[in-house]
C-alpha cells in the first residue's frame, strides 16, 4: 500500500516549475526501529521544514510505519526493489537521501538549497592493503538532482551504481565510489552533513559544527560515548516529543506543528497551547477547528487578550460578526494588544457596512497608539464624505452596479488599475454617475441586496477573486462576501467578468463550501467569464457536469487597454528602460526553499541587462521593495523605484507605456504593460501567469523563479526581444487582438443583457 503526500491534492508544480522536495531513506525491518529517531532528530533541529518524508522499503506491512506516522504529518511509503531506486524517486526533483544509521544534530537548509549534481561527502577510506582513498559510501548523504541524473551522458553508470549499492550495507567500509554515481554528476558536499562516528573513537566529541552525524557501528559501542549521548538525546515518547516541539523558539512548520500540537493539546490542556494551536489552524484556513479549541478555554476572561484576539478573528473568518465583535472588545481592554483589536474591529464595523463604527474604532485604536497605521488606513478610510464631493443623484436604474476589490491609498498598483478597466469595457464614464460601488469584501446583507437589485445590472470582476484566505469568509469561502440565500434573490442581471482562479501552487483549502457556492453563483448569471483557461479548467472541476459550459472565456481587460482606454497610443519613442518587479505575499509559496538561489540568479541576470538599458524597479506595493533592500545587501546591486503605488493610473500606464521590456512577478506587472502594447517576460511564482503566457501562445515569455539557470536564460531572452524590438511589439499588437477579439464579442452579448442604461 502507498501513501500519498497530503500535499499532492492541489498541486500544480508543473505549472510554475516549483521545486518538489523530499527526504528519504531506504530501510528493512532490521533498521526500520532506529527511524523514529532519525525522524524526531530531523523536526527538533530544522522545525520550520516539513518535506515529504519517503521510506523505500522491500515490502514491509503497512502497520510498520504507524509509529512514524505519529511523528510526522508527510510521511510516504513505497516499495522499493533496490538501493539505486533513490536516484529514479518519481514525483520530486530534489531528494535528500538520509540512512538509518543517521541522526540530524544541525540545520540542513544548505542540502534543500543545492541545486545542481548528487551531492555526497567522499570519506577517506582504506583498501585491503591499507591504501587511503576517497569514496562515496553505499549508504552516505546523497542530494540527487533528478534531472542531473537523467540527463547524464553515461546511462550505463547509473546501472553500476545498483550493482554497487547492492553490496553488504552491513559492512560499511564497502565503497560505492564518485563512479557508483552517473558519470560527472557527483557535487562534493561539506563533511558536516555525513560525519562518521569512527573519527570519534576514545570517546571524543562530537565537533559543534556536525549537522549529520552518522553511525558507523552500533548506537552504543563503548569508547563513543558523546556520540550515543548525541543521539540519545532525540530518543523519547510520543508526548515528550510533542512537547519538546511545541515549545522551541522560533518560527516552526504549520502543518508540523498541526500535526503535533493537537494531542499534546488533548493531554495537557493549556491556554498558551490552544491559542497556538487554534493561530496554525487559522493560518491553513481552518478557522472553524481553531474556534473549537479556542472557545472553551477563553469565554470572557480579561486575563487572555492575545487568545480573545486570535479567537475574534477566527469567528469573523467565519461570518459570525456579533461574536467576532464581542471577543475583540474583550481583547482591545489590554494596552498591548489594544490598536490590533481596534483595527480588527473598524474591519469587521466597515464589512458589516456600518462606516460610522468602524471609524470610531479606528479612532479608539490611534488613541491607544497614535502611530498604528492599521487604525490610520481605517481611520482615513471611514471619514464622512464631504457634501460637496458626493456626485449628483442618478436613478439607481441607470446605473451598473460593480462588485470589485478598490484598492486605495498604497495599495497594490494593479488592483486599482483592473476596476477601471473593466468599467470602461462597458462605459467610456467610469465615475459614479454611471455605476454604484459595492466593495467585494463587505457583507452583502438585505440593505445591500436591495441596492444590488435597484441597478440595472451588476458586474462582478475583475481579479483573481476566486481565491479563500485574503479576507476569509464563511459565507462563500471566495472573495465575494455573499451567503447563497442572498444571492438566489438577486434580481438584477449578474455578470461575472474576467475573474481568476489565484490558488497557489500546493495551496489546500476546503472546497466544500466554495464549490456549492460556485454552483449557485454560475447558475444565477447571466454571463460567467474567467480571465484565462487554466481558471476556467480549474473552476469546471468543481462544478457539476451541466453547468461546466458555462464557464467562458473573458481575458482580463488590463491586457486589451490600448482598446479600451482612450487617447492610449503606443508612444512615438520608448525609453531605453527594462522595469523589473517581484511580488513577497506568500512568499513560502512563491519561493520554498530557493529564495536565496532566485536573488542571486536576479543579480546575474540584472547585471548582463545593465549593459543594454537603464534598468529600475517598479513597486506595486511598499511590501514589493524588499527586492531591492535584499538585492543590496546580498548582492551589492541598487536599482532606482518607481512607486507605482503612488501613481495615478494613467500614470501606471504612461510609465509601462514607455519602457521597451517589463519583466515582471505579479500579475498585472505582465498584463498592465502588456495591455500598453510593451512587450513583456514574466518571472513565474503563480500559476496565473503560465495561464496567460499559454492563453496567448506564448510560454517562452515565462521563466519560472526555480529555474536552475534562471539568470543566463533571462539576459537571454530579454536580449532578443530588445534586439528585435519592433519585431516583439508587434507580437504583442498580434496577440492582443485576438484577446480583444474575445472580449469585443462577449460584450457585444452584454449589451443584450443590460440593456441601455
Avoid at 502507498?2 to 525491518?29: E, K, L, N, Q, Y
Avoid at 562516528?197 to 552525524?213: F, G, I, N, S
Avoid at 458626493?390 to 498604497?410: C, D, K, N, S, T
Wanted: charged share 25%; hydrophobic share 40%; aromatic share 6%.
Amino acid at each position: 500500500m502507498t501513501h500519498t503526500s497530503a500535499s499532492a491534492a492541489d498541486d500544480r508544480s508543473a505549472v510554475t516549475g516549483r521545486r518538489r522536495i523530499a527526504f528519504a531513506v531506504r530501510t528493512d525491518a532490521e533498521r526500520l526501529p532506529a527511524l523514529p529517531t532519525l525522524l524526531r532528530s530531523l523536526a527538533l533541529t530544522n522545525p520550520g521544514v516539513c518535506e515529504d518524508f519517503v521510506v523505500l522499503h522491500p515490502g514491509l506491512p503497512d502497520s510498520s510505519f504507524d509509529a512514524l506516522r505519529r511523528l510526522h504529518p508527510r510521511v510516504v511509503t513505497r516499495r522499493a526493489d533496490g538501493p539505486g531506486d533513490v536516484l529514479r524517486l518519481e514525483g520530486y526533483d530534489t531528494v535528500v537521501a538520509f540512512s538509518p544509521a543517521m541522526v540530524v544534530l544541525g540545520d540542513i537548509g544548505e542540502l534543500l538549497r543545492m541545486r545542481h549534481g548528487v551531492g555526497a561527502v567522499p570519506q577517506l577510506l582504506c583498501d585491503g592493503e591499507g591504501r587511503e582513498r576517497r569514496a562515496v559510501l553505499p549508504d552516505g548523504l546523497l542530494v540527487v538532482q533528478r534531472a542531473d541524473v537523467e540527463n547524464a551522458n553515461d546511462t550505463d553508470d547509473a546501472d553500476d551504481a545498483d550493482d554497487a549499492a547492492d553490496a553488504d550495507d552491513a559492512d560499511d567500509t564497502v565503497a560505492a565510489g564518485p563512479g557508483a554515481l552517473p558519470g560527472g554528476v557527483l557535487t562534493p558536499v561539506d563533511a558536516r552533513y555525513d560525519f562518521l562516528t569512527r573519527r570519534l573513537h576514545d570517546d571524543t566529541p562530537v565537533p559543534p559544527h556536525v549537522a549529520v552525524l552518522h553511525f558507523t557501528g552500533p548506537f552504543d559501542e563503548p569508547g563513543y560515548g558523546p556520540a550515543a549521548e548525541a543521539r540519545r538525546r532525540f530518543e523519547m515518547g510520543d508526548e515528550e516529543f510533542r512537547a519538546a516541539y511545541c515549545a522551541l523558539p522560533g518560527e516552526k512548520h504549520p502543518d508540523l506543528l498541526a500535526h503535533l500540537a493537537p494531542p499534546l493539546l488533548e493531554a495537557r490542556p493549556s491556554l498558551d497551547l490552544a491559542r497556538t494551536v487554534a493561530d496554525v489552524y487559522r493560518r491553513q484556513g481552518r478557522h472553524d477547528e481553531a474556534v473549537d479549541v479556542l472557545a472553551p478555554v477563553v469565554g470572557g476572561r480579561l486575563d487572555a487578550p492575545r487568545c480573545q484576539e486570535t479567537l475574534g478573528l477566527c469567528l469573523m473568518a467565519l461570518s459570525r460578526y456579533d461574536e467576532a465583535e464581542g471577543h475583540l472588545l474583550l481583547a482591545a481592554a489590554s494596552p498591548d494588544v489594544a490598536p490590533r483589536a481596534f483595527a480588527q474591529l473598524a474591519r469587521l464595523a466597515w464589512l458589516c457596512g456600518r462606516e460610522a463604527d468602524a471609524h470610531a474604532y479606528a479612532r479608539a485604536g490611534l488613541e491607544a497608539d497614535p502611530t498604528d497605521s492599521g487604525c490610520h488606513g481605517w481611520y482615513v478610510r471611514t471619514r464622512a464624505e464631504d457634501p460637496e464631493d458626493r456626485p449628483e443623484p442618478v436613478p439607481a436604474a441607470a446605473q451598473l452596479a460593480h462588485v470589485a476589490l478598490f484598492a486605495e491609498g498604497q495599495e497594490n498598483a494593479g488592483d486599482r488599475v483592473l476596476p477601471e478597466a473593466v468599467r470602461l469595457c462597458f462605459d467610456t464614464d467610469t465615475g459614479p454617475r454611471r455605476w454604484y460601488r459595492q466593495p467585494v469584501h463587505r457583507l452583502v446583507d438585505e440593505a445591500a441586496l436591495e441596492q444590488l437589485n435597484a441597478r440595472r445590472g451588476v458586474v462582478v470582476g475583475g481579479g483573481g477573486l476566486f481565491l479563500p484566505d485574503t479576507s476569509p469568509n464563511g459565507n462563500s469561502h471566495w472573495q465575494w462576501n455573499v451567503p447563497d440565500d442572498v444571492l438566489a434573490r438577486l434580481t438584477a442581471p449578474l455578470v461575472v467578468f474576467a475573474v481568476g482562479y489565484n490558488v497557489f501552487d500546493g495551496q489546500l483549502y476546503r472546497r466544500g463550501r466554495f464549490a456549492e457556492s460556485l454552483r449557485v453563483l454560475v447558475e444565477r448569471s447571466a454571463f460567467f467569464g474567467l480571465r484565462n483557461h487554466g481558471s476556467i479548467e480549474r473552476v469546471r472541476e468543481l462544478l457539476p457536469a451541466g453547468l461546466r459550459d458555462r464557464v467562458r472565456h473573458q481575458p482580463c481587460p488590463t491586457t486589451v487597454a490600448r482598446y479600451l482606454v482612450p487617447g492610449l497610443l503606443d508612444p512615438v519613442e520608448r525609453d531605453d528602460t527594462v522595469l523589473v518587479n517581484c511580488a513577497y505575499d506568500r512568499a513560502g509559496l512563491r519561493f520554498g526553499h530557493d529564495y536565496g538561489h532566485f536573488l542571486a540568479q536576479m543579480a546575474t541576470a540584472l547585471k548582463g541587462l545593465r549593459d543594454r538599458a537603464d534598468v529600475r524597479y517598479a513597486a506595486h506595493m511598499p511590501a514589493d521593495e524588499r527586492f531591492v533592500h535584499d538585492l543590496r545587501r546580498e548582492h551589492g546591486i541598487t536599482l532606482p523605484v518607481e512607486q507605482l503605488y503612488d501613481m495615478t493610473n494613467d500614470g501606471i500606464r504612461e510609465l509601462y507605456g514607455r519602457s521597451r521590456l517589463v519583466i515582471g512577478m505579479r500579475g498585472h506587472a505582465g498584463m498592465i504593460p502588456f495591455g500598453c502594447g510593451t512587450p513583456i517576460l514574466s518571472l513565474v511564482s503563480h500559476p496565473k501567469l503560465a495561464y496567460f503566457l499559454s492563453d496567448i501562445g506564448r510560454g517562452e515569455w515565462g521563466l519560472s523563479v526555480h529555474d536552475r539557470e534562471l539568470g543566463p536564460r533571462l539576459v537571454e531572452r530579454a536580449a532578443a526581444l530588445l534586439d528585435d524590438h519592433a519585431a516583439a511589439v508587434a507580437d504583442v499588437h498580434g496577440a492582443q487582438k485576438l484577446l480583444w477579439e474575445t472580449t469585443r464579442s462577449n460584450l457585444d452579448e452584454l449589451r443584450e443583457t443590460f440593456g441601455r442604461g
